[in-house]
């Protein structure tokens, strides 16, 4: 079982389901409305759980009656915790889905911006994944503490720290420029291309589903990624099954409610 620690945000989403996405200025009624754990850092957290590893989460909430409501997907997945608090209240996303499964979000970072490299308790951790929805310097310290360091560059920003690996979408890649190491190019429908050095060494594309809520699709596609290295899997297996927790992901409502285990990953494959 690999033993991975996910410094990252934990927020709750808070989710309208509409026929359509509304147009600048304009009301759209008749929408379902739900509340769901979510946060990239969390989401990786809970899907890297559900896919076999044992998982610690760093992060950080308010002091707020919101906290136990946003921990409430990790404590189900067996997270292991290493909590900040703050008077900040804690993280929200306002997220409207339509019909096809298309999404706008939007964040209040809250206490995620709040989390400080000494916050970090990482000792005893071989592994570490990040993303951007926490402060660069808690990122760039946490690069430095373990031997192994992945880093999902979401949202895009500058200055990024060097990973074994990085996952990123077409605009996250423009704005880091040239990359050294392994470089997991994620491509929505058409799949993902693993680099290393610049060269192609994989190649996946998603099964065929259909889509309902593209949520927590990428940190899916993400943390399977990251525990089918961490397990010894090739390149190839990885970026597949990779592709596959995606898809299951986009076929499912919510953030953390939607995230697959690895049997249903290994059965739909």
């Known amino acids: 079982m690999p033993r991975l620690t996910v410094v990252g945000s934990i927020n709750l989403d808070l989710v309208v389901q509409a026929g359509r996405l509304p147009l600048p200025g304009e009301t759209v009624s008749g929408a379902h409305f739900s509340r769901v754990p979510g946060g ?9 759980a559900r896919l076999g590893a044992d998982v610690t989460l760093v992060g950080c909430v308010g002091r707020d ?27 929200i996303a306002l997220i409207t889905v339509d019909a096809a499964g298309e999404t706008t979000i939007v964040v209040a970072p809250g206490a995620n911006a ?24 808690t990122v760039a310290r946490a690069a ?20 074994e690996l990085t996952v990123v979408n077409r605009l996250e890649l423009d704005a880091l420029g040239n990359r050294r190491g392994l470089v997991c190019l994620t491509l929505g429908a058409e799949g993902a291309v693993l680099l ?11 099964p065929a589903v259909e889509a309902v809520d593209g949520t927590a699709a990428g940190d899916a596609f993400t943390a399977c990624l990251v525990v089918s290295l961490l397990q010894g899997r090739p390149h190839d297996e990885s970026l597949r099954r990779a592709c596959a927790a995606g898809a299951l992901a986009a076929s499912r409502f919510g953030a953390q409610t939607s995230l ?10």
């Open 144 to 163: 430095e503490l373990v031997p192994r360091f992945f880093l999902n560059a979401a949202p895009a920003r500058d200055g990024a720290p060097l990973a």
């Open 196 to 206: 290393e050095d610049g060269r192609e060494v994989a190649r996946a594309e998603p």
């Open 65 to 91: 009656s919101i906290a136990d409501e946003a921990l409430a997907g990790l404590r189900g997945a067996g997270v292991h915790e290493h909590l900040a608090t703050r008077d900040a209240p804690t993280g």
């Open 260 to 269: 697959p285990t690895a049997e249903e990953v290994d059965s739909f494959l």
């Open 40 to 48: 990239k850092g969390a989401n990786q957290a809970v899907a890297a």
């Open 114 to 137: 709040e989390l400080r490299p000494e916050d970090l308790a990482l000792r005893e951790t071989e592994a570490v994944l990040c993303q951007q929805e926490i402060p660069a310097e």
